[in-house]
């Protein structure tokens, strides 16, 4: 069975600094990994996503991930962070047989300081 | 893109009523749905399957008698809490995925925020 871990439960970082957020997986061929942001209250929102080809995948927002097989990671990074982009980051694992059926890692809480 | 309506948003009830909540794909077609629970500030738990015209998988722990769960279309599901309790109340999500190839990824309603006094 898949898993996920996102070492970091909260992240602060200043406005219009870069941002990493840390994610790895356990799996054992290659995975489908995503990135997801909520809002408070709200649903789900995919920022990217990654299933094969280019390991370095861009999302919606500025975000961008990397998917390092060695390293059973796929961090979520943006150059400059926006006060709008203060939410909770979900990163999440599925099979390469079954993409609808996810694993969520605990999330990440950025906030960011003007 | 595609979107998956959640309804209600919120509901507020009291102990011993059914709740039921809808999820909607608006603009594609669902073969599989996804219910999920969220505690306040963790993860998504996921409760169950739900395929349309079968009978819906649960997650371990997940008690099917409570959680009723009904997939009749191919763009609809329904999660019904049964004799709901206080401690039922929190943050059901579900999500929805299309035919095709096995990498359609999931899409999510907006979630119900679900409280029982």
């Known amino acids: 069975a898949q898993s996920v871990t996102q070492p970091d439960i909260h992240i602060t970082v200043s406005e219009g600094a870069s941002l990493e957020l840390r994610c790895n997986y356990s799996y054992g061929a290659t995975p489908y990994l995503f990135w997801y942001v909520q809002s408070p209250g709200q649903g789900l929102q995919l920022l990217l996503k990654y299933f094969s080809g280019d390991t370095l995948v861009q999302g919606i927002k500025g975000f961008e991930a990397e998917f390092k097989r060695s390293q059973s990671s796929f961090n979520l990074r943006k150059p400059s962070v926006h006060w709008s982009d203060a939410a909770e980051y979900f990163c999440a694992v599925a099979s390469n047989t079954n993409a609808g059926k996810s694993t969520f890692g605990d999330g990440t809480t950025l906030t960011v300081k003007p | 893109g595609a979107v998956v309506s959640q309804h209600p948003s919120r509901v507020i009830c009291k102990s011993g009523t059914s709740v039921k909540i809808e999820c909607r794909s608006l603009?594609?077609?669902?073969?599989?749905m996804f219910w999920y629970r969220q505690f306040p500030k963790q993860s998504l738990m996921l409760m169950a399957t739900?395929?349309?015209?079968?009978?819906?998988?649960?997650e371990q722990g997940v008690e099917k008698d409570k959680f009723l769960i009904n997939h009749a279309s191919l763009t609809l599901s329904t999660l019904t809490v049964t004799s709901a309790h206080p401690e039922d109340s929190s943050f059901y999500i579900c999500s929805a995925t299309g035919t095709g190839s096995p990498d359609q990824p999931q899409h999510f309603g907006d979630g119900t925020r679900l409280s029982i006094l």
């Open positions: 739900s395929n349309e015209g079968s009978k819906a998988t649960y």
């Open positions: 603009d594609f077609q669902a073969t599989t």
